[in-house]
Nanobody, 120 residues
Framework: VQLQASGGGLVQVGGSLRLSCAISGSRFSINAMGWYRQAPGKQRELVARITSGSSTTYADSVKGRFTISRDNAKNTAYLQMNSLKPEDTAIYYC???????????????WGQGTEVTVSS
């Protein structure tokens, strides 16, 4: 199983970016997917998650600005980030809780991280 994250980059304050996280490889069932981020010198924090039933959770700092969604047919999650602020600068890591085969347990898999830099 591989998670491929993409969409990061350099953007000015107030701008937008859309991150994608695509899952490839053997998977039987995908439960939650989401994004964490880690800024320099700070702990990794949950940004947003979405369940298989499309229930969403957001960090307070991004509510109203970020939107997470998923396309189950494409095994891909998206994070639309609007009104970006300098404090959103971080490396963003996608993850997925999935079972690789019928009857197997769910485990968490991580993408490689994509860097987001918001300049003022």
């Amino acid at each position: 199983v591989q998670l491929q994250a993409s969409g990061g980059g350099l953007v000015q304050v107030g701008g937008s970016l859309r991150l994608s996280c695509a899952i490839s490889g053997s998977r039987f069932s995908i439960n939650a997917m989401g994004w964490y981020r880690q800024a320099p010198g700070k702990q990794r924090e949950l940004v947003a998650r979405i369940t298989s039933g499309s229930s969403t959770t957001y960090a307070d700092s991004v509510k109203g600005r970020f939107t997470i969604s998923r396309d189950n047919a494409k095994n891909t999650a998206y994070l639309q980030m609007n009104s970006l602020k300098p404090e959103d600068t971080a490396i963003y890591y996608c993850y997925a809780d999935l079972a690789r085969s019928y009857g197997s347990s769910y485990n968490t898999y991580w993408g490689q991280g994509t860097e987001v830099t918001v300049s003022s």
